[in-house]
C-alpha cells in the first residue's frame, strides 16, 4: 500500500535567500520562521532567461531543509509570464509527488507572479490558495499587462485569504478588481524588535538613510541630497549618513552626486552594515529619511519607530498606510524636491518632540508590528485546512 503523503504548507518566493542567489530580502523567511508548527516547504524561485540554465537542489546553502532552490526559465519585462509561470507550477507538482508531499495550503507571495504558480497548484491538489500582496511588483504588471486582468480576476476570485504586505495598494487592487473583502487581512513584513526603548541623546540634525546605492535612484536619493541642499539653508548642521551597499561604478556615481551639489561636508557615505550594527546605530539619529519610489513596504521604517527615531516615508508606497496613527512622521511626495525639503524641515523642527511622542508611544507601535497577532490568525487558517 502506498504510504499517505506527508502534509505541508507550501510557499512560492521569489525573494527568499536560496543556492542562486544568496542575496534576497529577508522579509518571507522571516514569516515562515514565525509561523512555526506546521511543516513548511518553501519553493525559492530565481528566473534566468537561459532556458539551458534550468535547475533546482534542496536546501539553501545555508544548511536550511525547508527550502528548494529552483532556478526557473523566465524572459526579461514579464514576457510569456503566464507560461514560464505554468512551468514552474508544472515543476513543482512532480516535486511534490517525488517527495509524498501534499500541500494543506499554497501560498504564493507575490500575487501576479508567484501568485500564477500557486493558482494552477492550488486547483490541481483542491487546497486553499492564500497570496501577499506587494505593490511594487503588482503595480508593475497592472500597468504593463493590461491583458493579464481577467487571468489575475480568476486567480483572486480562488483565493482563500489575500495578504496586503502593502497597505496602499488595496485601494488600487479595490479599483482594478472585484475583491472579496472578507478574504482581504493586512499582513506587515515582520522587523526585528529591539528588547528596550532607545536611551540617551541622539545627535542633533544628524539623519540617516539607508538603501542599496545600486538603486539609488528608486530609493530617492538623486532627490533627497537636492533637498537637503535646500534645508542646509535653515539648518547648517544638518548631516546625513547613507547606510548601504553598491557597486564601485554606483558608489563613485553617488560620491559624484555629492560633490557635484557641494554637499561633502553635510554627507558620509557609510557603506553596508550588518543588520545587527544598523539597530544599534538606529537609536543615534535624530529621523531616518528614505523617501523611495513604488516600494513594497519597507522594514527600515519599522525598526527606525522602534529605536524611537522619526521617520520622513513616501506618500502612496512603501510603509504608507501601516502608520497612520504615527505622529512622529512625515510624508513627502518622492517626486518633488521642494516636498522632501520641506519634510526634511519639519522632521528637523520636530525631531525631540517627535522622539518624546514615540518613546510614550512605542509600546502601540509595537503591537501594531506585532508579529504574534498575525501569525495566530494565519495558524488558524492552517490549521482549518489540516
Same mark, same amino acid.
Given at each position: 500500500m502506498k504510504p499517505a503523503a506527508s502534509p505541508v504548507v507550501l510557499? =512560492?518566493?521569489?525573494? #527568499? *535567500?536560496? =543556492? #542562486?542567489?544568496?542575496?534576497?530580502?529577508?522579509?518571507v523567511r522571516n514569516f515562515v520562521d514565525a509561523?512555526?508548527? $506546521?511543516?513548511?516547504?518553501?519553493?525559492? %524561485?530565481?528566473?534566468?532567461?537561459? *532556458? @539551458?540554465?534550468v535547475a533546482a537542489a534542496d536546501?539553501?546553502?545555508? &544548511?536550511?531543509?525547508?527550502i528548494v532552490s529552483?532556478?526557473?526559465? &523566465?524572459?526579461? @519585462?514579464?514576457?510569456? %509570464?503566464? %507560461?514560464?509561470?505554468?512551468?514552474?507550477?508544472? /515543476?513543482?507538482?512532480?516535486?511534490?509527488a517525488r517527495r509524498g508531499l501534499r500541500p494543506l495550503i499554497v501560498h504564493a507571495h507575490k500575487f501576479s507572479f508567484e501568485g500564477l504558480a500557486g493558482w494552477w497548484l492550488a486547483r490541481w491538489a483542491r487546497v486553499p490558495l492564500v497570496l501577499s500582496v506587494r505593490g511594487e511588483a503588482e503595480s508593475k504588471v497592472l500597468r504593463y499587462k493590461p491583458l493579464y486582468r481577467p487571468l489575475l480576476q480568476r486567480v483572486l476570485r480562488d483565493a482563500a485569504r489575500i495578504y496586503y504586505v502593502s497597505a496602499w495598494?488595496? $485601494?488600487?487592487? /479595490?479599483?482594478?478588481f472585484r475583491v472579496a473583502e472578507a478574504a482581504e487581512r493586512l499582513l506587515p513584513n515582520f522587523v526585528a524588535r529591539p528588547a528596550a526603548a532607545a536611551v540617551g541623546v541622539p545627535h542633533i540634525d544628524r539623519l540617516v538613510t539607508v538603501l542599496d546605492l545600486n538603486v539609488y535612484r528608486k530609493k530617492g536619493l538623486d532627490r533627497l541630497l537636492p533637498a537637503l541642499l535646500a534645508c542646509r539653508e535653515r539648518y547648517p548642521r544638518v548631516h546625513l549618513d547613507i547606510v548601504g551597499r553598491g557597486s564601485v561604478d554606483a558608489t563613485a556615481e553617488v560620491r559624484h552626486l555629492i560633490e557635484r551639489l557641494g554637499l561633502?561636508? +553635510?554627507?558620509? =557615505?557609510?557603506? $553596508?552594515l550588518s543588520h545587527a550594527e544598523l539597530l544599534a /546605530? %538606529?537609536?543615534?539619529y535624530a529621523g531616518l529619511v528614505l523617501p523611495s519610489h513604488n516600494e513594497t513596504f519597507g522594514m527600515v521604517y519599522v525598526e527606525a519607530l522602534l529605536a524611537c527615531v522619526p521617520i520622513l516615508h513616501s506618500r502612496g508606497t512603501g510603509i504608507d498606510g501601516f502608520v497612520d496613527f504615527v505622529d512622529a512622521r512625515v510624508a513627502v511626495d518622492p517626486t518633488d524636491v521642494a516636498a522632501i525639503a520641506a519634510g526634511l524641515e519639519r522632521l528637523l523642527a520636530q525631531q525631540g518632540a517627535w522622539r518624546e511622542w514615540?518613546?510614550?508611544? /512605542?509600546?502601540?507601535?509595537?503591537?501594531? @508590528?506585532? +508579529?504574534?497577532? #498575525?501569525?495566530?490568525? #494565519? =495558524?488558524?487558517?492552517?490549521?482549518?485546512c489540516a
Open positions: 510557499h =512560492l518566493a521569489v525573494d #527568499y *535567500p536560496n =543556492l #542562486y542567489r544568496p542575496e534576497n530580502t529577508l522579509a509561523a512555526a508548527g $506546521p511543516q513548511h516547504l518553501v519553493v525559492a %524561485l530565481t528566473r534566468s532567461a537561459n *532556458p @539551458f540554465a536546501g539553501d546553502g545555508q &544548511g536550511d531543509a525547508r529552483m532556478r526557473y526559465w &523566465g524572459l526579461p @519585462f514579464g514576457l510569456l %509570464l503566464a %507560461l514560464s509561470m505554468f512551468i514552474v507550477a508544472l /515543476r513543482v507538482r512532480l516535486l511534490l495598494f488595496r $485601494p488600487l487592487m /479595490r479599483r482594478h561633502d561636508a +553635510q554627507v558620509s =557615505l557609510i557603506g $553596508p /546605530r %538606529l537609536p543615534s514615540l518613546k510614550a508611544h /512605542r509600546a502601540e507601535v509595537a503591537a501594531e @508590528f506585532d +508579529q504574534r497577532r #498575525y501569525v495566530v490568525e #494565519y =495558524l488558524e487558517l492552517v490549521g482549518q
